[in-house]
């Protein structure tokens, strides 16, 4: 069946421009999550949607981050006035509600702020 | 959240299995140990996970330590595409949120 599906693959900005990174979850999947991976370190979480649950926002590095879901549906990650530092692959995952239940990332996408 | 400690990197004989080793001596009782991984320009990918008896699936074998203050990741027979960075991670029940550390990059020699 269909993956994670994140769009665009790849995104590049002025400094100072909004982006907007979209994340299609597999179908069913309630938990969503969004992490971000700086060239060559591991992955920081970022927030993470539950249902109709409050989000949990603890990772987000700043208020030029949030991020939106609506229902089990897709998300957008929302950046605002970009800064160079925010060049990374943010990665989107989704999965079934469940302490254990495996973490299916999709291929996440590349932004580039020049 | 409990940390676990990998090498940063080792290399493999193609056709050869691999170990993969873990440490995580703070783990919880409630801590289950995850293993991901990340081939190049992907995302992580689920390999296995545990909490006390060892584990097999089609991609790898899970190797839980008596004490679980240690784990190893077990590749049967390594070929050139599992070359990836390699994940441990500890997952409280009651967390939903998996926190990767760096992982071990994993080189195939052909």
């Known amino acids: 069946g269909a993956g994670v599906s994140q769009s665009p693959s790849n995104k590049v900005t002025e400094k100072g421009k909004d982006v907007e990174l979209r994340c299609d979850p597999i179908s069913g999947h309630t938990a969503l999550y969004w992490y971000r991976q700086r060239l060559g370190q591991g992955l920081e979480f970022l927030i993470y949607f539950q249902g109709n649950s409050a989000p949990d926002k603890s990772g987000l590095p700043s208020d030029r981050f949030s991020a939106e879901r609506t229902g089990e549906s897709v998300s957008t990650l929302t950046i605002q006035r970009t800064q160079q530092e925010d060049s990374a692959v943010y990665l989107c995952?989704?999965?079934?509600?469940?302490?254990?239940?495996?973490?299916?990332f999709g291929n996440g996408t590349r932004l580039t702020v020049t | 959240d409990a940390k676990t400690t990998q090498p940063n990197s080792m290399e493999s004989n193609e056709e050869e299995p691999v170990h993969l080793p873990c440490n995580h001596s703070?783990?919880?009782?409630?801590?289950?140990i995850h293993w991901y991984r990340q081939l190049p320009s992907q995302g992580p990918e689920y390999v296995i996970h545990?909490?006390?008896s060892n584990v097999n699936n089609r991609m790898a074998s899970l190797a839980i330590a008596e004490d679980r203050k240690s784990s190893t990741l077990i590749l049967h027979r390594a070929t050139l595409r599992d070359a990836a960075v390699y994940y441990c991670?500890?997952?409280?029940?009651?967390?939903?949120?998996?926190?990767f550390g760096t992982g071990t990059r994993l080189t195939i020699i052909p």
């Open positions: 703070t783990i919880s009782g409630t801590d289950y």
């Open positions: 545990g909490l006390t």
């Open positions: 991670i500890l997952r409280d029940v009651g967390n939903e949120k998996l926190t």
């Open positions: 995952a989704s999965s079934v509600w469940g302490g254990n239940s495996p973490l299916h």
